[in-house]
Every structure is written in C-alpha cells, then in structure tokens.
T-cell receptor, first 111, second 119 residues
C-alpha cells in the first residue's frame, strides 16, 4: 500500500463547475500538506500549503485537511479550461525535508 | 519571487555518455536542494537531498555513483547522470528551499524540469 493514495482520473468537468480532488494517507506523522499543479512537461507549481487540520482558502482554491480521517481535499471553484492539469498532493512530517507525493489526478475542464 | 530554473530543458544523449543538469535558484538562497525523477503518468520520486557544501543524501535504491550531485553554492546544484542508459530516460526535476526575501521558508519551489532521452 502506498503512503499517499490519489485517484489518477481523468476527472472531466464543464467550465464553471467545482473541481473536487482528494488524497488519503496512512502515515500519521504527516503534519504539512500541499497541493501542486503540474502542466504537461513542466515542473509542479505550489497552489496551497497547510499545516495540520483545518481549512484554507485562497481565491478560487480551498484546501481541507482532516487528520483524524487521514484525508485531504482541494476544491477549485469556477473552474476554467486553464485549470486543466495534473494536481498532486504532497505531505511532510514535522521532522525532515522529504515530501511524499500522491500519484496525481489529471483534470480536464471542458469549455 | 522564489524562482528555480533548470538547464537544459531537454537533452538527448547516446548510451554510455554522461549528462549534467543544472538547477539554479534565481532570487533566493537555496540552503537545500532536492532532485526528483518522474516517469510518464507517474508521480515524483525523490532521488536525493543536498545541503549547500555537504554531500548529498540519497534515497534507498538510488545509485550515488551513477547520479552525482553537487551543491557547491547557495544558488546552484548539479545532477550528473554518468554512463547513461535508455532506462535512465526520464523527466528530472529539482526543487529548492531556503531564505526567500530574507526569511527562512520551508516550502519547496520546483524547477521546470529536464527531459532526458538516452538513445
């Protein structure tokens, strides 16, 4: 079993819809949770960075962390075709530098 | 701010040759740099972590003699793939963290990646 599980998709939604992404994890030591967006053949771009449980909102993006369920989510409101990309969740324990990534979910926003 | 560049963006080499990939932090001091590889439709796998002026720490299963990492300054790290073979063909991505605008920042900023094809 992988430490971080993420549905690979593709997740196809119409423009303007809400995109809902999630990851589950098994390592209770993870304290920092991140979402990255990666366009094809490009490096990942940090979207959201949260610590421990709770919600965080930034523009059209909302990140949620539920440590009791070992479950994190990313919501994208008013999705645009430019949001079409692969979204990667990543996690880190309090100690050390290592990020553990999910496999990524490919999202397609259709005009 | 917090921009990381990589060079080259794409390289094709013959089997048995060595290839060097550069990773630079353009506007901040990168005290720690990370090297990842990514196969098609797969996630990023950490290869090694390097701190400026120290030897790199390699992840289990990564051959340190094959993937040479140098982090000689606060803005530059290099990855050299020695005696490359077709199975080394992959997308190599670096990331960096350090002092951004004078403040220690624990986030990792990623470069755009280098696509290596070994023929």
């Amino acid at each position: 079993q992988k430490e971080v599980e993420q549905d690979p998709g593709p997740l196809s939604v119409p423009e303007g819809a809400i995109v809902s992404l999630n990851c589950t994890y098994s390592n209770s030591a993870f304290q920092y949770f991140m979402w990255y967006r990666q366009y094809s053949r490009k490096g990942p771009e940090l979207l959201m960075y949260t610590y421990s449980s709770g919600n965080k909102e930034d523009g059209r993006f909302t990140a949620q962390v539920d440590k009791s369920s070992k479950y994190i989510s990313l919501f994208i409101r008013d999705s645009q075709p430019s949001d079409s990309a692969t979204y990667l969740c990543a996690m880190k324990a309090a100690a050390g530098n290592k990020l553990t990534f999910g496999g990524g979910t490919r999202v397609l926003v259709k005009p | 701010g917090a921009v990381v560049s990589q060079h080259p963006s794409r390289v094709i080499c013959k089997s048995g040759t060595s290839v060097k990939i550069e990773c630079r932090s353009l506007d901040f001091q990168a005290t720690t740099m990370f090297w990842y590889r990514q196969f098609p439709k797969q996630s990023l796998m950490l290869m090694a972590t390097s701190n400026e002026g120290s030897k790199a720490t390699y992840e289990q299963g990564v051959e340190k003699d094959k993937f040479l990492i140098n982090h000689a300054s606060l803005t530059l790290s290099t990855l050299t793939v020695t005696s490359a073979h077709p199975e080394d063909s992959s997308f190599y991505i670096c990331s960096a963290r350090g002092r951004v605008f004078g403040t220690i920042n624990y986030e990792q900023y990623f470069g755009p990646g280098t696509r290596l094809t070994v023929t």
